[in-house]
């Protein structure tokens, strides 16, 4: 249980003496955390158990430390599967449990009335588990287990600014004194109590876990980078050796290109040249006769 105060209380002036009265009577500024704790717990009859009742479960609702919920919650409201005889179940005082035979699992919910009118109801729903899970998240083992099989769920409910009656109830809660189921070996069972200290061991093994997949997953990108890096080099090389077989392949066909040209325009100018000569002969031997 957790409050939290950000200032000192500041009554909004008005002139309606209702109005006055009724911000008085609020908690301003203040936030109050809830915690408590829903689930199930499932035990198989073995040589008692026929085709319709397999196991005898309890569905509950309780505070993480067995503390006596009924000072801020007026009621609790179960809805069972409807083929039950009576499927709607009214609690209003601890313990809040149901406790029934069957055989087949389903969802059920739970409805929470608050003392304060004015607060909104909570309503979660929970599946009561019969048979344990396979453990490699498949699906259930449907194998009767000898040891009875709990499905609970940690929760918390926050009060803003809440009625300054409701808001005292709700405090009161984390030093009531413990309640204890009407079944003994459920309550035996449900021993578990739930601390800040094992939030805070769960936090640090999660972030020890967090921690060590990322430096699994730095190394696999760092192996990943090394050979997209070696793969580029290799491009990088197969275009540089491409390129330079292509320049040296057209600088070859351009030599010989002009290797030609110049021999053929050489072939030209002999044979143009040869009639030139004699014409310039002739007329320096017709030049020498006159």
């Given at each position: 249980?957790?409050?939290?105060k950000?200032?000192?209380?500041?009554?909004?002036?008005?002139t309606?003496?209702?109005?006055?009265k009724?911000?008085?009577?609020?908690?301003?500024?203040?936030?109050?955390?809830?915690?408590?704790?829903?689930?199930?717990?499932a035990?198989f009859l073995?040589?008692?158990?026929d085709?319709?009742?397999?196991?005898?479960?309890?569905?509950?609702?309780?505070?993480?430390?067995?503390?006596?919920?009924?000072?801020?919650i007026?009621k609790?409201?179960f809805?069972?599967?409807?083929?039950?005889?009576q499927?709607?179940?009214?609690?209003?005082?601890?313990?809040?449990?149901?406790t029934?035979?069957?055989w087949g699992?389903?969802?059920?919910?739970i409805?929470?009335?608050?003392k304060?009118p004015?607060?909104?109801?909570?309503?979660?729903?929970?599946?009561?588990?019969?048979?344990p899970?396979?453990?490699?998240?498949g699906?259930?083992?449907?194998?009767?287990s000898?040891e009875?099989v709990?499905?609970?769920t940690?929760d918390?409910?926050?009060f803003?600014?809440?009625?300054?009656?409701?808001?005292q109830?709700l405090?009161?809660?984390?030093?009531?004194?413990?309640?204890?189921?009407s079944?003994?070996?459920?309550?035996?069972?449900?021993?578990?109590?739930?601390?800040?200290e094992?939030?805070?061991?769960?936090?640090?093994?999660s972030?020890?876990?967090?921690?060590?997949e990322l430096?699994?997953?730095?190394?696999?990108m760092?192996?990943?980078?090394?050979?997209?890096?070696s793969?580029d080099?290799?491009?990088l090389?197969?275009?540089?050796?491409?390129?330079?077989?292509?320049g040296s392949?057209?600088?070859?066909?351009?030599?010989?290109a002009?290797?030609?040209?110049?021999?053929?325009?050489t072939?030209?100018?002999s044979?143009?040249?040869?009639?030139?000569?004699?014409?310039?002969v002739a007329?320096?031997?017709?030049v020498?006769?006159?």
């Amino acid at each position: 249980m957790t409050a939290s105060k950000k200032s000192s209380l500041s009554p909004k002036a008005t002139t309606n003496s209702s109005e006055v009265k009724h911000e008085t009577t609020r908690m301003k500024d203040t936030t109050i955390c809830l915690p408590f704790v829903y689930g199930s717990v499932a035990f198989f009859l073995g040589k008692k158990a026929d085709e319709y009742h397999t196991h005898k479960w309890t569905l509950y609702i309780r505070g993480p430390n067995h503390e006596d919920l009924s000072l801020c919650i007026e009621k609790v409201v179960f809805q069972l599967h409807p083929s039950f005889t009576q499927p709607v179940r009214e609690l209003t005082e601890p313990p809040f449990e149901v406790t029934e035979r069957g055989w087949g699992e389903f969802e059920a919910q739970i409805r929470i009335v608050w003392k304060d009118p004015k607060e909104k109801a909570t309503i979660v729903n929970h599946g009561i588990k019969l048979y344990p899970n396979s453990g490699n998240g498949g699906p259930p083992n449907t194998n009767a287990s000898k040891e009875p099989v709990l499905s609970e769920t940690y929760d918390e409910v926050v009060f803003t600014d809440p009625r300054e009656e409701f808001g005292q109830q709700l405090i009161q809660v984390a030093s009531s004194s413990k309640t204890s189921f009407s079944d003994a070996s459920v309550q035996e069972y449900l021993s578990k109590q739930y601390s800040d200290e094992d939030d805070f061991q769960i936090l640090l093994e999660s972030s020890t876990f967090l921690r060590i997949e990322l430096e699994k997953v730095k190394k696999r990108m760092k192996v990943v980078l090394e050979e997209i890096t070696s793969v580029d080099d290799q491009l990088l090389q197969a275009v540089r050796r491409d390129t330079a077989t292509k320049g040296s392949s057209n600088y070859t066909t351009v030599t010989e290109a002009s290797k030609t040209k110049t021999t053929s325009t050489t072939s030209k100018m002999s044979k143009q040249g040869a009639p030139a000569q004699g014409v310039n002969v002739a007329k320096k031997q017709k030049v020498s006769s006159n």
